[in-house]
Nanobody
Framework: QVQLVESGGGLVQAGGSLRLSCAAS????????MAWFRQAPGKEREYLAR????????YYADSVKGRFTISRDNAKSTVYLQMNSLKPEDTAVYYC??????????????????WGQGTQVTVSS
């Protein structure tokens, strides 16, 4: 089993930045990739970005490409999401997820085995 704990959410003004963290524990050696999703009130969960644990290959949703950056620190078993130029429409609960093997679609929730509890990000206008 793998446990995921997100942190770093909060309230920020439009145009500002936040960095989210997701710390993995447990059987981290079984992680193939980690990803970030978000869910705004009344909307479906939205894929944002993914990074492979070995090699650090990244894949972004078009909606955040150029504004958000995913990275990882294998020594700390932690993945990050740097969010810049935040907009009010970025307001959502942000979740990290981990996959134990490669599955497609990379952006699909079912491609991930473990989920964190989420962290709230609120962007004020």
């Amino acid at each position: 089993q793998v446990q995921l704990v997100e942190s770093g959410g909060g309230l920020v003004q439009a145009g500002g930045s936040l960095r989210l963290s997701c710390a993995a524990s447990g059987r981290t050696s079984t992680i193939y990739a980690m990803a970030w999703f978000r869910q705004a009130p009344g909307k479906e969960r939205e894929y944002l970005a993914r990074i492979t644990w070995v090699g650090g290959s990244t894949y972004y949703a078009d909606s955040v490409k150029g504004r958000f950056t995913i990275s990882r620190d294998n020594a700390k078993s932690t993945v990050y999401l740097q969010m810049n130029s935040l907009k009010p429409e970025d307001t959502a609960v942000y979740y990290c997820a981990a996959a134990s093997t490669y599955r497609t679609p990379v952006s699909g929730e079912r491609s991930y085995d473990y989920w964190g509890q989420g962290t709230q990000v609120t962007v004020s206008s």
